[in-house]
């Protein structure tokens, strides 16, 4: 499989057009961001772990009934997946009250959410991708009252995959950020499930293995991104 055009070039990855109109290459950069991309940075081979840990992840998703974009691992950075039309909508999972929802709500970081909550952004970065409710994502067209309790039970499925192979690695599953496309009329994952996607918390001390650590200037971005991959997929 060749890489032909370059699709789209995100903050993270780049996408490209391949001989086959229905796959295109994802290809992982080095590149870091945080505060809707006003603080950058580059973390050596983050590429390498983010398209390691999102195949692998995804892998066992699809394997647990969820159809997912992945094809095939072409390199360390490079994999083939599906053409989805992306659903315009980020799907945040959250089982421990961290990040956004502790400075919005005033929960205590470290809160255990239960049962578990989920929250669905509009996929607008001149906006900071603002919050809706399923109400919203109707009325706005992003998918049929279908699509949208797919997505809903998918997100809550996917959490229970996630939380159970994390755990053997010794990780606790904070929060994620998940993203949907159609493709043959089917509602299917798209996009990385990656530290930089996730809040991945040590088991035993709570340490914070995941971009925090970009975002609030602690050190040792590289070693805890090698970490995770080493604990999960090696
Ligand atoms: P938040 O607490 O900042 O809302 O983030 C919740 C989770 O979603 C966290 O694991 C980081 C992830 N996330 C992304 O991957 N991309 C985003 O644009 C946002 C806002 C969150």
Same mark, same amino acid.
């Given at each position: #499989?060749? *890489?032909?055009?370059? &699709?789209?070039e995100g *903050?993270? %990855?780049? #996408?490209?057009?391949? =001989?086959?109109p ?8 080095? =590149?870091?961001?945080?505060? =809707? ?6 973390? *050596? ?33 490079e994999t083939v997946?599906k ?17 956004s ?8 970081e470290?809160?255990e959410?239960?049962?578990p ?5 509009? %996929? ?8 809706i ?5 109707l ?13 809903t ?7 229970e995959?996630?939380?159970?192979e ?15 496309? &159609? ?18 918390? =040590? ?10 650590r970009?975002?609030?200037? #602690?050190?040792?971005?590289?070693a ?7 604990r999960?997929?090696?």
């Amino acid at each position: #499989m060749q *890489k032909r055009s370059l &699709r789209y070039e995100g *903050k993270a %990855k780049r #996408m490209f057009e391949t =001989d086959d109109p229905d796959l295109l290459i994802i290809d992982y950069k080095d =590149d870091i961001t945080a505060c =809707d991309g006003k603080k950058k940075g580059i973390i *050596k081979d983050k590429g390498i772990v983010n398209n390691r840990m999102t195949n692998y992840m995804l892998r066992i998703i699809e394997q647990n009934g969820i159809p997912t974009h992945y094809v095939q691992e072409i390199s360390d950075r490079e994999t083939v997946v599906k053409k989805a039309e992306i659903v315009p909508m980020e799907v945040i999972v959250r089982n421990i009250a961290a990040g956004s929802i502790a400075r919005r709500l005033g929960i205590p970081e470290g809160y255990e959410l239960l049962p578990p909550t989920l929250e669905f952004h509009f %996929k607008d970065d001149r906006r900071n991708n603002p919050w809706i409710n399923e109400h919203y994502a109707l009325t706005l067209g992003i998918g049929t009252p279908e699509e949208i309790k797919t997505i809903t039970d998918y997100a809550f499925r996917i959490n229970e995959v996630m939380i159970g192979e994390l755990i053997k690695a010794g990780i606790k599953l904070v929060d994620f950020k998940v993203e949907f496309g &159609r493709y043959e009329g089917e509602i299917i994952l798209v996009d990385e499930i990656s530290p930089d996607t996730c809040r991945l918390w =040590d088991a035993q001390t709570n340490e914070k293995l995941d971009r925090d650590r970009f975002r609030y200037d #602690m050190g040792n971005v590289e070693a805890v991104y090698e970490e995770v991959y080493r604990r999960l997929v090696l």
